[in-house]
């Protein structure tokens, strides 16, 4: 679990992905994935989540994108969803790394930045990780933002020309 | 290849694997939590999934042990 959590990440950027696994586990995921990095870059004061709610995702519209996701993809396979009310269950506070959160975060625009200052690396951190989550082209998240009409690319382009 | 549509009807039958994977996880961790407050056994719960009462103690354990169960003399 640690190994994603290194200090390179930055103060603001390792609060996200501690905030990431707060996400999966009050979803009673079994593991952290990209929706949930997604949903607490979404719930930060970042400049990320600014840029992400002018397209309507803020935490409640990544939720809804995710939500709509969820029932498409079960619908594929003739399931109607479960009630939310047969679902509870203790929640195991501890969730594994998921593939999709490491590939986002491997995919991120933090390269791009390697030469720049650091101060400048810190403030984009967030942003540049959001690029690696929002670089996928199939799963969860780019399915969410299609079936919520956000252009992705349009998105990318946004946050990698933050200064 | 350029990369399909992510909710085309192929990505959409991956998807849905996904989806059912993570339904079927979070109806056992309630069914399981159920089925244990109502006073079943270990071994009961693992008859009732079909699998050993070793793969479900591992499982669900220390979640619910965590969440305040009373999990002495469950181990018939």
Known sequence: ?163 | MQSPDPTGSEASDLAAVVALRELADRLEDAAVERAMRAGWSWTQVAEGLGVTRQAVHKKHHRRLEGAGLDLRRRNA
């Open chain 1, 1 to 163: 679990m640690p190994e994603l959590l290194h200090d390179d990440l930055g103060a603001t950027l390792k609060s996200v992905v501690l905030g990431a696994i707060d996400e999966a586990a009050c979803r009673g995921a079994t593991k952290v994935e990209a929706e949930h990095l997604l949903l607490a870059i979404s719930a930060s004061d970042d400049v990320a989540a600014a840029t992400l709610a002018e397209v309507g995702l803020d935490h409640a519209g990544v939720e809804a994108a995710l939500r709509v996701e969820r029932e498409n993809a079960l619908a594929a396979a003739g399931i109607e969803p479960v009630a939310d009310e047969r679902l509870i269950a203790a929640r195991d506070a501890r969730p594994g790394w998921g593939t999709s959160i490491r590939e986002a975060l491997s995919r991120g625009n933090f390269r791009v930045r390697r030469a720049r200052p650091r101060a400048e690396r810190e403030r984009l951190a967030v942003a540049d990780a959001l690029v690696g989550v929002l670089r996928a082209d199939l799963g969860t998240v780019p399915r969410a933002l299609a079936y919520a009409g956000v252009d992705r690319g349009a998105l990318v382009a946004r946050l990698e020309a933050l200064r």
